[in-house]
């Protein structure tokens, strides 16, 4: 057994307590597959993150991500969450600016602005594809979708790492009212191979933010996920698609979590070039080692 230094963390988050939990394990050299996957299982957080020292000319260190049950190729409040923890351990600094973590999903830069407590970190994430466009009476969204006062957009499905169905929900009111059908959801996510359900409301802005949404994960366990960089992502890919980005080519925030005790901020912004950049604030909960 070897004492690694081991980190808990709040991902876009304002305080401790209103974002989503990670897990980072740094000086992870030693620990193979079975290894990483018990420590993912023990620590019962949504990922856990393994830090290596950087392999490839221009990345900044090397990086595997787990949930309990398997590897996962890209997931965005992990890989913020470790960046903070990276830093916060003095094991790479930003050149102009940028990290870059390299992973399975390839080199993906991420940028770092302000210092300390105000300190924000984003990713761009990895270009996610239209894989299809459905109607509300598609038959594989039906039971899932049959109580939901929908939007103006279509539902589609999104892959970008991973692939998620996004639906417009009418308003606010009506999103934060949502109660999934579970089995119907994990139907669909496993009929379609993708995460399960990414509601959004537009929200008229008088509390900070632009989107409402909520993460209904019916591939795998079934939970409401508190705070997803991944999906909101690709939810920015698609109404750049649709012309619909709530500030256009400027940064728009997002509120997640509400509705199961947390009160996470993302910050998304689409570039000129069509790149999503996700990101927020992370707090340290824990700092300490392990042994194993």
Known sequence: ???RRFLQLDVFSPRPGAGNPLAVVLDAQGLDDAAMQAIARWTRLPETTFVFPAQTAGTS?????????????????????????????????????VLVQDGIAGALPLRVTGEGAQRRIAIRTPRAQLAEIATSDDPRLQAALRTWPLGSLPPARMQGGRSWWVVEVADEAALRALHPEWDAIATLAESTDSMGVFAYAFADGSEGYDLAVRAFVGNGRRFEDAASGAANAVLAAWLDLRDALPRGRQPFDVSQGREVGHDARLTLLVDEEGEVWSGGQVQTVISGTIDW
């Open 61 to 97: 260190y090397r990086l595997r991500m787990f949930s309990p049950q398997k590897e996962v190729p890209f997931a965005g409040h992990p890989s913020v969450g470790t960046a903070h923890a990276v830093l916060q351990a003095g094991l790479a600094m930003p050149v102009d600016g």
């Open 1 to 3: 057994m070897s004492a």
